[in-house]
């Protein structure tokens, strides 16, 4: 059993910056791909970025990649996401998700643990 804890939620203005972290207990880890979603009002939830459990592939949306970078410090076991150059179109709740071992990282149904979510809000 692994849970996720989000934080670093917040309103920003467009251009600014944000990191989200997610704090996971559990002693494995880093056995775990983890990956960030995110799902605005009246909308799906969708694929925002994922980092295998080596740490040596990330995976971004067409919609973030170059603005957004995600990262993972097994020994700390959290992953974070680092968020610039915000969009309006950014804001959502954004949840994290772990599952072990090599997943379709952007399937949401692939995931077997899942955070609480946080709330990002970008103004216009």
């Known amino acids: 059993q692994v849970q996720l804890v989000e934080s670093g939620g917040g309103l920003v203005q467009a251009g600014g910056s944000l990191r989200l972290s997610c704090a996971a207990n559990?002693?494995?880890?880093?056995?775990?791909?983890m990956g960030w979603f995110r799902q605005a009002p009246g909308k799906q939830r969708e694929f925002v970025a994922a980092i295998l459990w080596t740490g040596s592939r990330t995976y971004y949306a067409d919609s973030v990649k170059g603005r957004f970078t995600i990262s993972r410090d097994n020994a700390a076991n959290t992953v974070s996401l680092q968020m610039n150059s915000l969009k309006p179109e950014d804001t959502a709740v954004y949840y994290c998700?772990?599952?072990?071992?090599?997943?379709?990282?952007?399937?949401?149904?692939?995931?077997?643990?899942w955070g609480q979510g946080t709330q990002v809000t970008v103004s216009s």
């Open positions: 559990g002693r494995t880890f880093s056995t775990y791909t």
């Open positions: 998700a772990a599952r072990r071992g090599v997943p379709d990282v952007r399937n949401e149904y692939e995931y077997d643990y």
